[in-house]
């Protein structure tokens, strides 16, 4: 069975920080990325690593305070998030590429929450 699993999201203060994980089982993936989707607004993208050789792209909003990460062992993704501010609240959702250049799988979502 294929899925994705994600983990480590819950409640911070404004500037603390989080590490989500995303344990990839039933196949190898070969790019990942972490999207998240705030109340009432459009799920968006955060970043994404390329399994092989770990190139990393990021979205405006977290550039230089996240940092994506893999350990290609584990088949897990990682999110470590710093400085967080109270507009990261969002439920936060893992996604791979299977080799089909598209999204096509996804987590169940993890929920991160900032306090002001």
């Known amino acids: 069975q294929v899925q994705l699993v994600e983990s480590g999201g819950g409640l911070v203060p404004a500037g603390g920080s989080l590490r989500l994980s995303c344990a990839a089982s039933?196949?190898?993936?070969?790019?990942m990325a972490w999207f998240r989707q705030a109340p009432g607004a459009e799920r968006e993208y955060v970043a994404r690593?390329?399994?092989?050789?770990?190139?990393?792209y990021y979205a405006d909003s977290g550039r230089d305070r996240f940092t994506i990460s893999r350990d290609n062992a584990k088949n897990t993704v990682y999110l470590q998030m710093n400085s967080l501010k109270p507009e990261d609240t969002a439920v936060y959702y893992c996604?791979?590429?299977?080799?089909?250049?598209?999204?096509?799988?996804w987590g169940q979502g993890t929920q991160v929450t900032v306090s002001a």
């Open positions: 996604a791979a590429d299977s080799g089909l250049g598209k999204w096509d799988t």
């Open positions: 039933g196949r190898v993936f070969r790019r």
């Open positions: 690593i390329i399994l092989s050789g770990g190139v990393t």
